[in-house]
Nanobody, 124 residues
Framework: DVQLQASGGGLVQAGGSLRLSCQASGFSFDDYIIFWFRQAPGKEREGVSCISSDDGNTIYAASVKGRFTISSDTAKNTVYLQMNSLKPEDSAVYYC?????????????????WGQGTEVTVSS
């Protein structure tokens, strides 16, 4: 049974930090790319970051580059998203997901596995 358990969201002031976690189970963690997507009310879902657990390659959206850091703990089958210097426009529901194709970062409709979301609210 595949599960992706996202946690760590909350309310933070602008300039603050949060760390999201995505605990994966039920599939071979090293064979998949773990993604973070976000969706704000009235906006399309967008790729935030992703990491390939076997080689550590990462991708970041331009809007978060330099502020967010994705990392992977293969021993715990967990991916983290450290979010610093948060802005109100980062407010959204953040979802972790898994797929073997890095193109899923752009074409999220085709992502194989989804977790539930965790809400991030950044106040100004």
């Amino acid at each position: 049974d595949v599960q992706l358990q996202a946690s760590g969201g909350g309310l933070v002031q602008a300039g603050g930090s949060l760390r999201l976690s995505c605990q994966a189970s039920g599939f071979s963690f090293d064979d998949y790319i773990i993604f973070w997507f976000r969706q704000a009310p009235g906006k399309e879902r967008e790729g935030v970051s992703c990491i390939s657990s076997d080689d550590g390659n990462t991708i970041y959206a331009a809007s978060v580059k330099g502020r967010f850091t994705i990392s992977s703990d293969t021993a715990k089958n967990t991916v983290y998203l450290q979010m610093n210097s948060l802005k109100p426009e980062d407010s959204a529901v953040y979802y972790c997901a898994a797929d073997t194709d890095p193109l899923a970062f752009k074409y999220s409709d085709y992502v194989r596995y989804w977790g539930q979301g965790t809400e991030v609210t950044v106040s100004s």
